[in-house]
């Protein structure tokens, strides 16, 4: 099993950066990727961003490429999703989410493992 911790969510204005993490504990020698969703009200579930554990390779969605890094640090077991030029179409509740296999990053039903969530709202 794989626990995950997620943070760093909060209110802030169109335009700024904001800092998530995700911090993974248990058997994570298990996790072969790592990746952030986000999910509107109303809204399905959400792919952002992927990173492969080992190697990491990272993956993006187009709404978010060239705005949003992803990053990992395999010695404090933790993610990181760095955003910048933040929108009020960002808004949503971030989670990230965690898998020991699969070669696909953007579906959540590749991911067992999912941290409790984190809000982020964009204001205008």
């Not at 209110?11 to 999910?39: E, H």
Request: net charge neutral; hydrophobic share 30%; proline share 2%.
């Amino acid at each position: 099993q794989v626990q995950l911790v997620d943070s760093g969510g909060g209110l802030v204005q169109a335009g700024d950066s904001l800092t998530l993490s995700c911090t993974a504990s248990g058997r994570t020698f298990t996790i072969y990727k790592m990746g952030w969703f986000r999910q509107a009200p109303g809204k399905e579930r959400e792919f952002v961003a992927a990173v492969r554990w080992s190697g990491g390779t990272t993956y993006y969605a187009d709404s978010v490429k060239g705005r949003f890094t992803i990053s990992r640090d395999n010695a404090k077991n933790t993610m990181y999703l760095h955003m910048r030029g933040l929108k009020p179409e960002d808004t949503a509740v971030y989670y990230c989410g965690a898998s020991d296999h699969g070669l696909t990053t953007e579906y959540s039903s590749e991911y067992e493992y999912w941290g409790q969530g984190t809000q982020v709202t964009v204001s205008t």
